[in-house]
């Protein structure tokens, strides 16, 4: 089973800074990788598929980067409403699987 | 807009099944882009995707291997939703559950539309 590592586990930055945040994978998932947000009380949201391919209605201060083993989801400028927890997930073609990071969470410093 | 609308109880006794169903609206439950998935997130496990339902020429079911032996993913067409189905329950059966949509499509690798999630705790 292929895991993913997310970093840093929280991250603590004020509206308007520069967030990034890592995932890796413990093998190649090619380009096979999506980032979600997830609020209190509410199903994770699709921001970025494919490693760099925003979702339906994303903001485009969210950009995802990266291939292989390595992936970045980067927010441009932080907005208040952006304060939750991000998950990567990877989709496995052989044998057909689906894993998610452990999550970092994204706090107002 | 695709909607997925969750039932199911929320209060399962130990060594019993779990049964869940997700409407959905918007889409078909047949698509042949589509994979209909079971997701479940817990403090101890976090996000862990259990298995999935899809039909291309005819239907496939995967399913996680940590459940492989407990699990039964199904379509129902007739009333274009599809359900859940997890045998003999311990309390580590305890998370949230939530159904998701996967569209090659239109998302990729990701899973575009969730329902809206049902805690369901196994307790005697």
């Known amino acids: 089973e292929i895991v993913l590592t997310q970093s840093p586990a929280t991250l603590s930055l004020s509206p308007g800074e520069r967030a990034t945040l890592s995932c890796r994978a413990s093998q190649s998932v090619g380009s096979f990788l999506a980032w979600y947000q997830q609020k209190p009380g509410q199903a994770p949201r699709l921001l970025i598929y494919?490693?760099?391919n925003r979702a339906t209605g994303i903001p485009a201060r969210f950009s995802g980067s990266g291939s292989g083993t390595d992936f970045t989801l980067t927010i441009s400028s932080v907005e208040p409403e952006d304060f939750a927890v991000y998950y990567c997930q990877q989709r496995s073609n052989w044998p057909p699987s689906i894993t998610f990071g452990q999550g970092t969470r994204l706090e107002i410093k | 807009q695709v909607q997925l609308q969750q039932s199911g109880p929320g209060l399962v006794k130990p060594s019993q099944t779990l049964s869940l169903t997700c409407a959905i609206s918007g889409d078909s439950v047949s698509s042949n882009s589509a994979a209909w998935n079971w997701i479940r997130q817990s403090p101890s496990r976090g996000l862990e995707w259990l298995g999935r339902?899809?039909?291309?020429?005819?239907?496939?079911?995967d399913y996680a291997v940590s459940v492989k032996s407990r699990i039964t993913i199904n379509p129902d067409t007739s009333k274009n939703q599809f359900s859940l189905q997890l045998n003999s329950v311990t309390p580590e059966d305890t998370a949230v559950y939530y159904c998701?949509?996967?569209?090659?499509?239109?998302?990729?690798?990701?899973?575009?539309?969730w329902g809206q999630g049902t805690l369901v705790t196994v307790s005697s």
């Open positions: 339902t899809l039909y291309r020429s005819k239907w496939y079911n």
């Open positions: 998701a949509r996967g569209d090659i499509a239109v998302a990729g690798t990701g899973l575009d539309y």
């Open positions: 494919d490693a760099s």
